[in-house]
């Protein structure tokens, strides 16, 4: 069977107009030809429309402030567990931004004090609605 024929066996099976066994029986072939040739048509149609994914797609433009550092080293110690020296390895491997472990300390320290204001905060907003 030439390109032509096969392009008019998906022709009919694509509009409805004849069911898959007609079709097969008009050309002399198996449902499952005429299936196999309208489920190839099919991909080609969807690769078409849908083209692959670019891998090389910038998928995000994060801008990178030192806040978002002090996020980061933060979360990877608290979430992920890291040590101060992984954390600094990741930091100068990924982001080429060199910090020490000191530096993880004093943002840790800086978050611990935030921390401590705000549960104090909180804890006199308990005490007083327990007074009246």
């Known amino acids: 069977m030439n390109a032509e024929q096969k392009k008019s066996v998906v022709v009919a099976a694509f509009t409805g107009t004849k069911t898959v066994t007609q079709i097969a029986i008009e050309i002399k072939s198996s449902r499952k030809f005429v ?16 083209p692959a994914p670019n891998p090389d797609k910038v998928l995000f433009l994060l801008p990178v402030t030192q806040q978002w550092m002090d996020q980061l080293t933060l979360s990877l110690l608290l979430y992920c567990k890291g040590f101060y020296r992984n954390i600094t390895t990741l930091l100068n491997d990924v982001f080429d931004y060199a910090t020490s472990p000191g530096t993880i300390m004093a943002i840790i320290s800086s978050a611990v004090k935030k921390s401590q204001q705000i549960h104090t905060i909180s804890s006199f907003g308990v005490q007083r609605r327990e007074i009246n």
């Not at 299936?35 to 849908?50: S, T």
């Open 35 to 50: 299936r196999g040739q309208k489920a190839k048509a099919a991909g080609a149609i969807y690769a078409a429309f849908h």
